[in-house]
């Protein structure tokens, strides 16, 4: 018995060396492991922030630049050039000219919704604005804020104020305001302003979701704080932005444009850059109290992991360490597969620790880079939409003026009823045109529209050419992309040489072919030779836009907006023959009722 409690002694004896000399490796093991996985937590954590923050600079950067870009671009702009140098001789020639030169600028706020108003102020009294709010009463001119941009030889950027300097805006509204001096290209001398409002919801937008455990701020070269985002009101750990903190982020940043950068700190994780075309820095602060939070739960675990370890085996050890391993292991793939650019992979080992935290992290990283990239896309397409609709409007002053022009003709001749019908058919003309914003309508309308174009170009050139329209009305409740037709029968009125003793003849058709609408115009004339007709068609397959005073500019952008729409599968073709005529057909889906085509679902 006593031999026996020798024995056992001795057992637990060396049980405990065991134990001892286990515990020692491991708890040195698990000490190295623990500040090594915490330090991995807080860099994985700090990298992830910072290129969040990142993003959201980058995008706040690009609109505050982009806004600075349309300013710059409009004072060198050819007609508000034009615009300022006009002595007024009258309150209505002003009015007109103001209303002119605004209908100008009217475009940028269908593809730039994000700038509030694009203005430009002459010193001869012209003013000229994108939006439909009213100028204010006041004379601009005699400001402070207009005499300070007037007087300034580069941009003069403005922190958010209440209110729009130059329109009747909503006094809830706040507004940061960039303005540039238009120097008249002529004389050298200032002649105006150019002035863009962005409203400050316009950037709290872009913050809002983006950056929910820190704030967003803008500070001015002086060191003042501009633009503060609303987020940091409601922080588990409140921030406080110092004059110290201040001084930091403009030392650092220095001179370094368009880069982001950490910004040394001790307390904040502050990432930092100098706003392009200004001295205004802007900075992402996170307090490093939210990087590290995570990393107390682990001393609990590691202590409980260090005891498993120790009272069970190697293999328990193997166990855990494989647990660990694995979801680094899934997220380093993961992350090798978006190096490669497969932006679609998410990280779902089920996982509620730390790397289940992690790997959310890293989701929602993944989830909001891929949402900036479709709203890139989608801003592209948007663009892409407003430059065909402007193509569609290109024509219209030129053909009005020669309209307007023949009907006062026809009235000083007294032939009143012609000059009735073709202010009817001009009417009608343009209510299809616009078609109340519809990019696309229906066969009996766009028939209807180019047999208003056919009579009024065929008045304007005193009736120099014969046309005839065919379609089954079968197909008249049908869909096609509007104004189609109007190119390629002005093409045919403009370039089509008649034969001799004879004047040019235009058919215009339209018939079905299997799923497919096809419209025709065709001319008997002289036709073109198979030169000619090869570089026409080389026009219509060049990667860039013709020359507008190319033959084939028009049906180049008819091509473009069927390719866009419908994709490559349609679009338009010409067959010419000496001595017989030409033909441009065009082929799209046939749609009718409630049908939809996904715009470039065949590209």
């Known amino acids: 018995m006593k031999k026996f409690f020798r024995h056992l002694s001795f057992r637990r004896k060396l049980l405990i060396s065991f134990v001892t000399l286990s515990c020692i490796p491991v708890l040195l093991v698990g000490i190295a492991a623990y500040h090594l996985y915490t330090k991995f937590i807080i860099n994985m954590t700090e990298t992830s922030s910072i290129e969040t923050i990142d993003l959201v600079c980058d995008d706040i950067d690009s609109l505050l630049n982009d806004t600075w870009s349309l300013c710059s ?35 940028i706020s269908t593809y730039r919704k994000d700038i509030f108003g694009v203005y430009v102020l002459g010193q001869n009294g012209g003013r000229y604005k994108s939006n439909y709010y009213s100028f204010k009463s006041e004379d601009q001119r005699e400001t402070s804020w207009y005499r300070s941009i007037a007087g300034s030889g580069e941009a003069t950027w403005f922190p958010s104020h209440e209110g729009s300097f130059i329109v009747r805006s909503s006094i809830s509204d706040n507004f940061i305001t960039v303005g540039l001096p238009v120097i008249d290209k002529a004389s050298g001398m200032v002649n105006g302003i150019v002035a863009a409002d962005i409203k400050e919801d316009t950037i709290t937008q872009k913050i809002k979701h983006s950056l929910s455990n820190g704030i967003i701020c803008i500070i001015d070269q002086n060191g003042d704080v501009l633009f503060q985002s609303n987020a940091g009101n409601n922080l588990h750990y409140p921030i406080d932005i110092s004059q110290n903190l201040v001084s930091n982020i403009l030392q650092s940043t220095g001179s370094t444009i368009g880069k982001s950068m950490v910004v040394p700190d001790s307390t904040y994780l502050v990432v930092s850059r100098t706003l392009r075309n200004s001295n205004w820095r802007i900075a992402g602060i996170i307090d490093r109290g939210f990087l590290t939070q995570n990393s107390k739960d682990i001393t609990h675990i590691v202590m409980l992991l260090l005891l498993i370890i120790a009272f069970s085996s190697l293999y328990i050890a193997m166990l855990i360490s494989q647990s660990v391993y694995k979801p680094v292991k899934i997220l380093y793939r993961m992350m090798e597969d978006v190096e490669n650019g497969d932006f679609s992979v998410r990280y779902t080992y089920p996982s509620s620790d730390e790397f289940g935290k992690l790997g959310k992290n890293f989701n929602q990283m993944l989830e909001r880079t891929q949402e900036l990239i479709n709203q890139i896309y989608e801003e592209q397409k948007k663009l892409k939409n407003s430059e065909l609709k402007a193509l569609q409007a290109q024509i219209q002053p030129h053909f009005l003026y020669n309209s307007l022009d023949s009907i006062m003709w026809l009235l000083r001749m007294d032939k009143n009823r012609d000059a009735e019908k073709m202010l009817a058919e001009l009417s009608t003309l343009f209510k299809i045109s616009l078609s109340k914003g519809n990019e696309v309508i229906t066969i009996s ?45 002005e093409n045919a009125i403009a370039h089509a040489v008649p034969l001799q003793g004879q004047k040019v003849f235009i058919q215009v058709r339209i018939h079905e072919c299997q799923d497919s609408l096809v419209l025709s115009v065709q001319d008997i004339s002289r036709g073109m030779d198979s030169k000619v007709l090869e570089n026409l068609r080389q026009q219509l397959e060049a990667p860039v836009q013709p020359d507008r005073r190319d033959s084939g500019y028009g049906l180049y952008n008819v091509n473009e907006r069927i390719h866009i729409l419908f994709g490559k599968n349609y679009g338009l073709t010409i067959t010419s023959e000496p001595e017989f005529g030409t033909e441009v057909c065009i082929r799209i889906p046939k749609l009718k009722g409630d049908d939809t085509f996904v715009p470039g679902n065949t590209m």
């Open 445 to 489: 309308e766009e028939l209807r529209h180019i047999t208003s174009y056919l009579f009024i170009t065929n008045m304007i050139y005193s009736k120099k050419f014969e046309y005839v329209i065919e379609c089954d009305p079968v197909l008249y409740s049908y869909k096609t992309l509007k104004l189609l037709l109007q190119p390629l029968v």
């Open 73 to 107: 671009m409009l004072t060198g702009d050819i007609k508000m050039q034009q615009y300022l140098r006009m002595d007024f001789t009258s309150i209505s020639d002003q009015y007109s000219n103001d209303l002119a030169g605004s209908m100008d600028l009217a475009s």
